[in-house]
Structures are given as C-alpha cells and as structure tokens.
C-alpha cells in the first residue's frame, strides 16, 4: 500500500497528516476544493516533508474528475477528511452541509467501488456522541442524539458506511471519531487558520495573543466541573495525524469495520487550557466570562483504550506542547496562509 488519497488534505488535519505519511514512506494525492484552506499550504507541506504531493483543485463532489484522478492512480487507500466543519453556519445552511459532506462522501464511494478501492478511513468526531451520558466515552457508547446539522451529517455518514458494510464485508472502513484538536506542527510552518472570527478556543486563545482580538469569552462558569468550565480532550494535530499513519497499518493487516475514538483520554477545562497557554508561552490572556454558549456541553473526553490497545495509538505531545506549538504556528503567521 504506497498511494494515498487524501480528500481534505490542504485542510487543517489534512496536512499534518499529509506531512506524517510522507515521513512514513507513503504516497499522498489530495484532492480539495480550497473552500476552507489556501494554496501556500502545499509549499509548506513540501518545505516540511520535502517531498510535494500531487494535488488536484478539485471539489470531491464532481464524479467526473474524480474518475479521472482513480484512472491517472492506483489509489491504495483513501483518508476523507474534505467536509464543513463550521457548527454554528450548519444551523443556518443545513442544506449546504448535507449537500456538501454526505454528497461528497456518496460520490466518493461510487468512485471507489468502480475502481475496485475499498479502503476508507473516515474523519469522523466526538460529536457523534452528542451529550454524554459518561466519561471517559467509549466507542459502543449511544451516538446519534445529535445537536446541530454538521454532527448529524457524521453520524449519517457513519450509518452509510455501516450498512455499506453490511451489504459488502469486503470493503474496509476505518471510522476516526476526533475530540478536540488543536497545536500546530513544530515548525511552525502550517497549523489552523480559520476564517473570520474563530469559533473554537485555542484559535480564539493565541488571536487575542497575538492581538486581533481584545478579549477571550469564557462561555458559563457554572458548569459541573471542577471549576466551572466546559471540559474538552484537547489532542495535539500531529498526534492525531499520526493516529492516521496507524490506522493506514491497521487496514492493511487485519480489514474490517473499525471505530476508534482519537483522544488523549483526559479532560482539560477552558481555564486550565488557558493557565497552560499563559505558563508555556509567558503571556497573559485578557479573559471574561459570559452566558453559556447554547448547545454547549459540561464535560466530553475520550476513553483512549481501545485506540492503544488495536492501533498501539498513544499520544506523545502534553497540553504544554499544544500551547507552544499554537503560538508558535499563530505568531510566526499573524494572518494564517495569507502573506
Ligand atoms: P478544514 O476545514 O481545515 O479541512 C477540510 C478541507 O476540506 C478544507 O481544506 C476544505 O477546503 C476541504 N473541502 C471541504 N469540502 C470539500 C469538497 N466538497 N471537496 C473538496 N474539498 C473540500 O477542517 P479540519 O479541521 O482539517 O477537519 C478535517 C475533517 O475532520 C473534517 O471532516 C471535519 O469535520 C473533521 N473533524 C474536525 C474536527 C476539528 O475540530 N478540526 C473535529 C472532529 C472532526
Ligand atoms: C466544537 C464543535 C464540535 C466539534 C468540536 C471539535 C461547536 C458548538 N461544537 O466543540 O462539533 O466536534 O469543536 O472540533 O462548535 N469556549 C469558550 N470561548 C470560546 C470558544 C470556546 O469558552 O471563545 C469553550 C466552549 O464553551 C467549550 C470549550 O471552550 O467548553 C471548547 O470549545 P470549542 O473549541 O468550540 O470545541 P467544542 O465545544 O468541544
């Protein structure tokens, strides 16, 4: 197994899993439409790896161009991480995020089928589990009371693949369910760049470090929490790109219908993560707190067990790692991809 498809690969997750396969001897050729990402991310991959992917501009959605790309390859293998991530415009477009992960994840299995490749790890999140009744979550735990449009299309997209399966055991699925990723690769060359005003903390965090915003919102401090905080399982990017190198290997030796939680197992609250960020990086972070954002759960991580028990996942980098890696990635590029 040599070539890579990576849908998403100029995305956030994408290249740094990009940059752990060429480390690992694979090939990767991404296919991205750009929607969320920007072109200098293929310089940067190739600065780091040393090595440029093959890369289409292309939306996963057009069949026609990706027939194509499966005649040009012999495609081992496909991680399929292009999809919209954006919880709170999912509510506002539904249509848009059904349309565009479902439909693209529909598209992708058609190809695949024609071209006989049946080897699929899909990125999908702890948001599948909606508000969970325990932690740490397992994979056999309830999913599917989802809360938005956006976790709804995961967890239909894992149904597909399930009942996929179950028509075909001769397709290999491995399901990712992400918790909470955030760092940036040490040499601080690609890392997140959202759009706008961030919705998730960390980018939120290292924006009012480096000054684009004035103040962080800490959202309720009334939680059920040790100090009041939401609790989330912050995952390193390169740890969880790794996470995907191990699920390539898994695939080849022992196929099947796989779901792994990718998480550290342990729980970090909104105030700890900042006290973490001020300690590793000697900055202060400029914080009030306000109302609880709706939809907001209390506490959410991962039960890491069965990740290191099947895929010898464990994770290397601490929350002080995450919080250098960050800033390192956001002052070295104040304005993400863009010069
Ligand atoms: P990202 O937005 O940085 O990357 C996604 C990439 O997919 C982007 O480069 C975008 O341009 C591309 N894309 C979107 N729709 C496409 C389409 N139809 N055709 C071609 N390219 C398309 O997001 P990310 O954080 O790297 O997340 C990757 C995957 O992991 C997504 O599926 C996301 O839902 C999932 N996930 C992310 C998180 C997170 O917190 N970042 C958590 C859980 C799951
Ligand atoms: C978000 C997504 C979820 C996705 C997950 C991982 C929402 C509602 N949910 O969840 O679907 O799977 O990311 O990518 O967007 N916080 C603040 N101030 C901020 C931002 C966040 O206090 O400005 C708090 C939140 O209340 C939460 C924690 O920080 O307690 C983490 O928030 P965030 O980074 O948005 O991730 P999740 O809420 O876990």
New binding site residues.
Partial sequence: MKKILVTGGMGYIGSHTCVELISAGYEPIIVDNLCNSKPEVLNRIEKIAKKRPVFYLNDVRDEEKMDKIFDEHNIDAVIHFAGL????ESVKKPDLYFDNNIGSTEVLIKVMKKHGCKNLIFSS???VYGDPKRVPILEDDPVGATT?P??ETKYRIENMLKSLYGEDNSWNFIILR?????GAHKSGLIGEDPQGI?????P?ITQVAVGKLPQ?????ND?DTPDG????DYIHVVDLAIGHVLALEKIQHAPGLMVYNLGTGVGT??LD?VRAFEDANGLKINYKI?E??P???AT?YASADKAYRELGFKTKYTIVDCCRDSWNWQKNNPHGFDK
């Fill in positions: 991530k954006a919880v709170g999140s702890a948001t938005n956006y976790a992400y918790f909470n990723p955030i961030p919705n998730n903390l960390m939120y962080l919102s800490v959202f309720g939680y905080t939401g609790v989330r609250s909104v993560l306000v609880r954002r939809g907001d759960i959410c």
